[in-house]
Structures are given as C-alpha cells and as structure tokens.
C-alpha cells in the first residue's frame, strides 16, 4: 500500500474510532432517586454538563428544569442554581423513596415491563369507543 493511501484512510480511521468510543454504553446513576440507566457516554455527558456535573434521569432532569424555570434561571441558570434545584429534589426523592421504596421499585419494574411489551408489538391495538345517544 502506498503512503499517499494510508494517509488518505487516517481521517476515515479517526473517525470511525471516535464513533465507537460515543456508542460505547455505560451505567449512570441518578444523583437524585439513585434510578440506574443505561446510556452512551456521549448523551450521558451531555447530561452532566447541563446538570453541573452531576447525572440526573430523565423524570428527574425534567424536574429540576422545571425547578430552574419557575425560578427564573432557565437553560442558562448558573451552576450555584442547579445544584441548589437538584439537592431540593434529591430531598424529594429521599422523602418519597423513604416511605415505601418497595413501593417505588414496583412502580419502576411496572413501567419497565409495560414499555418492553409494547415495544415488542409490531401490530398496533385497535380501540373502539362507542357512543349511545339518548333522545332528551
């Protein structure tokens, strides 16, 4: 192979091995409920870099979002503000598991086995809803 063609594939080398490291899968844990997801590295930094640092799931990301707008700081609110949105929810979630966390990890397993089933589905359920009128 000659030179000029090993350098041309470099770029396409480089490429393709960053792409990999992205879609590299790893676990994330929720500094709030502790709920632990799967996700690449990629999305999951972005993650901590909106939440100063700190992972924060889905539902508990939209929490403190919605924390920080009511608040004012919205999407440009300074880190002192997020982690003050994020300890306030964390203190939520400690409160809520602390009462039943039995309860919430049924409530978790729930969700989780209605979403694999109907991701299974290829066939969409019907619904049908029928409407009696009654002459007044």
């Not at 598991?97 to 978790?108: D, G, H, K, N, T």
């Not at 397993?109 to 049908?128: C, D, H, I, T």
């Amino acid at each position: 192979m000659s030179a000029a063609v090993v350098q041309d594939l470099a770029p396409a080398i480089e490429a393709a091995s960053q792409a990999a490291v992205a879609a590299e899968v790893e676990w994330a844990a929720c500094a709030c409920c502790g709920l632990r997801e799967e996700c690449t590295a990629a999305y999951a930094a972005g993650v901590r870099a909106r939440f100063a640092g700190q992972w924060l799931c889905g539902l508990c990301g939209d929490a403190v979002g919605e924390d920080l707008a009511i608040a004012g700081g919205g999407s440009a609110a300074a880190s002192v503000e997020v982690e003050a949105a994020i300890a306030r929810h964390a203190a939520f979630c400690r409160a809520l598991f602390c009462r039943s966390p039995a309860a919430a990890e049924r409530l978790i397993a729930a969700v989780r086995r209605l979403l694999r089933s109907e991701s299974g589905r290829k066939e969409k359920a019907s619904v049908q809803v029928v409407l009696e009128l009654q002459e007044a």
